[in-house]
T-cell receptor, first 115, second 111 residues
Framework: KAGVTQTPRYLIKTRGQQVTLSCSPI?????VSWYQQTPGQGLQFLFE???????NKGNFPGRFSGRQFSNSRSEMNVSTLELGDSALYLC??????????????FGPGTRLTVL | DAKTTQPPSMDCAEGRAANLPCNHS???????VYWYRQIHSQGPQYIIHGLKNNETNEMASLIITEDRKSSTLILPHATLRDTAVYYCIVRPAGTGNQFYFGTGTSLTVIP
């Protein structure tokens, strides 16, 4: 079974631009979560989507948004990029996210650099 | 916010057991303890989780104290490939998949 895939793997943008990152979960998984990882703040939860609905949201400004499609693929968008948005963006998928067993499978990440 | 405390770094000799401690003194009765690890430049990888009983799988063992205020992840025979940052996370079940990772423990396995 194929793992979580993220595209693109690397991206360079300039301040003020907007960017869209894509995540394809493991087949059959319905929950997709997004995380931002920076050297200063570590791994931080952005949001989670389940069945096309945002189920949980972390403490990030409204410039960060996402969506999930009917095939469970997810995109996240960052508008008006700032230098501080430079980070590794990780996507994780899990079957449902309900119940006691919530193993998340992480993708390799998208490395975003904002100049 | 992360509700766990871990030592920032540890070393372990190859072939020996690596014991990684985690303090979660404010854990609630319905919160599980999860362990993930992140090898450099890769996404985190699930290791093990538990509620109050000790757990073991093919990767590791998880020992949770009786009062549940702390736990220890044990890698029985550490290899160089176990060099990674190890995260201990506590969260309730059935509330979605938001995981709040702390700073973790950077484990270095020494040949």
């Amino acid at each position: 079974k194929a793992g979580v895939t993220q595209t693109p793997r690397y991206l360079i943008k300039t301040r003020g631009q907007q960017v869209t990152l894509s995540c394809s979960p493991i087949s059959g998984h319905r929950s997709v979560s997004w995380y931002q990882q920076t050297p200063g703040q570590g791994l931080q939860f952005l949001f989670e989507y389940f069945s096309e609905t945002q189920r949980n949201k972390g403490n990030f400004p409204g410039r960060f948004s996402g969506r999930q499609f009917s095939n469970s693929r997810s995109e996240m968008n960052v508008s008006t990029l700032e230098l501080g948005d430079s980070a590794l963006y990780l996507c994780a998928s899990s079957l449902t996210g309900q119940g006691t067993y919530n193993e998340q499978f992480f993708g390799p990440g998208t490395r975003l650099t904002v100049l | 916010d992360a509700k766990t405390t871990q030592p920032p770094s540890m070393d372990c000799a190859e072939g020996r057991a690596a014991n990684l401690p985690c303090n979660h003194s404010t854990i609630s009765g319905n919160e599980y303890v999860y362990w993930y690890r992140q090898i450099h430049s890769q996404g985190p990888q699930y290791i093990i989780h538990g509620l109050k009983n000790n757990e073991t799988n093919e990767m590791a063992s998880l020992i949770i104290t009786e009062d549940r205020k702390s736990s220890t992840l044990i890698l029985p025979h550490a290899t160089l490939r176990d060099t990674a940052v190890y995260y201990c996370i506590v969260r309730p079940a059935g509330t979605g998949n938001q995981f709040y990772f702390g700073t973790g423990t950077s484990l270095t396995v020494i040949p």
